[in-house]
């Protein structure tokens, strides 16, 4: 706190002369910016050449953070909000200004860091650990936050149809963005109601759609800031080197954990007699959620333990004091752990497009089990806006991602050289019962029936003969041996 209290002790100076050579919080470019008011009281306000934004003089340090905001971007919210939020926003424009750049409001690690190319996937998370006091964080001056305004009035009767059901949770924010890039939490009507089917389908997840529509963010600024964020919200994220060898590289990604510790020695068992010269990665993600979830169905969905998660998750409250229960039960954003990683798990497919474009290794294979497969499915959509492909194979085994989206999978397919594998079993309860129940039955997933269309890229394969039994989602890794096998004989 010493730090803090002499920082905001500090006179605020102004800036040396009328231009300044410094990193934006807004387009998080280094050049220059010219003095466009100078002020007695507060900070001189600059204007960045690059992107024409409001900047101030950060009180930590010589870099720019953001100032008030421009009739340009106050026009643009404006069409994000209600009338209440334009009223809101037209003072922010005046007033609204930040303290801190955003090295120093934890926005990201640091400006020189977001370009950084690595040798090795395991050198990406070192990249951005904070590696500056977090002003924020600790209490200081904080930016003023623009937010809609306006209550959403929400019943129990205005939830009893899946389509309202997931149009509600669209509303309140949990969903991400359409596919225009557009907040779903900002639509209304049919527009709403259907941006909000498709992220639950499957198709549309948090921060895909923004490096999907921009490809070469990959790799660069745009996608450096986002995986700041989502990097900083999973204290579990990681990336291993199991193992040093040729090529291709293998990436590995769990879904359930049965042990707690996430050393891949149950896909290594399977892997090396098929291919013991690989080089072998694994990402480690929402680590604790995974290991609750394996231990709660270790036993299979049809102990007590399991059919409490799967009441819990389907439960439709009519409590009169919370209107917003039956939502929060039925889509688990509160507390429920299969939520809570399956939309994490979009963020980390996001995060390992970002590290595959930002290595210089040319080729993978990636594998992965049940939520694992759906990182992997995001990771594909981001991908595909890349020119050029370092995807050779993908293996879904027992895919917890679904399949009902042709435009989304044809889109999976561009960002691969050779095959995506699709695994299922039709035994896997799992799947069956809890992932449609989780997603109000408008989804069905990849894991226990074949990903339709006619693409020669997809390949599905019936494991159903010795995928089978009460732990059936939790076998796939015992056999993946003999699934490798099968792929490749």
């Avoid at 069956?432 to 269309?453: E, V």
């Avoid at 494991?463 to 076998?475: E, P």
Wanted: charge should be positive.
């Amino acid at each position: 706190m010493a730090q803090v209290k002499k920082i905001i002790k500090r006179t605020k100076k102004a800036g040396k002369g009328d231009t300044v050579t410094a990193f934006c919080s807004w387009c998080y470019q280094k050049g220059k910016h010219d003095l466009h008011d100078t002020n007695w009281h507060t900070k001189n306000e600059y204007v960045c050449r690059n992107c024409e934004c409001f900047v101030v003089e950060c009180t930590a340090c010589k870099n720019m953070a953001k100032g008030r905001l421009t009739d340009k971007q106050v026009a643009q919210l404006k069409k994000q909000v209600g009338k209440k939020g334009k009223r809101r926003l037209s003072a922010l424009g005046d007033n609204w200004k930040n303290e801190f750049c955003a090295q120093h409001d934890g926005t990201v690690s640091d400006f020189k860091e977001l370009t950084k190319r690595v040798a090795r996937l395991d050198q990406y998370p070192d990249s951005f650990k904070p590696q500056h006091t977090n002003f924020k964080k600790v209490g200081t001056i904080t930016a003023g936050v623009i937010t809609s305004a306006g209550v959403l009035a929400i019943t129990a009767a205005s939830v009893g149809t899946a389509p309202a059901v997931a149009a509600v949770a669209g509303k309140l924010g949990v969903l991400g963005a359409a596919g225009t890039g557009t907040a779903i939490s900002t639509l209304s009507g049919a527009a709403l109601t259907s941006a909000s089917l498709a992220a639950i389908g499957g198709t549309v997840a948090s921060g895909t759609v923004i490096l999907t529509a921009a490809g070469a963010g990959l790799g660069g600024v745009a996608g450096g800031v986002l995986t700041n964020k989502y990097v900083g919200e999973d204290k579990y994220f990681g990336i291993q080197n199991i193992r040093r060898g040729g090529t291709p590289k293998t990436v590995f990604i769990n879904g359930f954990l049965q042990q707690k510790d996430v050393e891949f020695n149950d896909w290594m068992t399977g892997h090396r007699p098929c291919f013991p010269e690989e080089t072998l990665y694994g990402v480690t993600w929402a680590s604790k959620d995974l290991y609750e979830l394996g231990r709660t169905l270790g036993a299979g969905i049809g102990t007590e333990v399991a059919k409490r998660l799967l009441r819990r998750i389907a439960k439709k409250s009519t409590t009169k004091f919370n209107p917003l229960g039956p939502v929060i039960t039925a889509f688990g954003v509160a507390k429920n752990p299969w939520h809570v990683s399956m939309f994490r798990a979009a963020k980390i497919g996001v995060i390992l497009a970002d590290v595959v474009s930002r290595s210089r290794e040319k080729s993978y294979t990636l594998v992965g089990h049940s939520l694992g497969c759906r990182v992997i499915y995001y990771a594909l959509q981001a991908l595909s806006s890349k020119d050029k492909s370092k995807i050779n194979d993908v293996i879904f085994l027992g895919g917890a991602v679904g399949k009902d989206d042709p435009a989304g999978w044809e889109i999976a397919t561009k960002a691969i050289n050779g095959n995506i594998y699709n695994c299922y079993s039709k035994h896997d309860g799992v799947l069956s019962k809890l992932y449609r129940i989780a997603n109000a039955n408008l989804s069905h997933p990849i894991g226990i029936s074949p990903i339709p269309g006619r693409n020669s890229k997809i390949k599905n394969i019936d494991c159903s003969a010795f995928i089978l039994g009460v732990k059936a989602h939790l076998m796939w890794k015992e056999h993946y041996e003999d699934i490798l096998r099968r792929i490749y004989k």
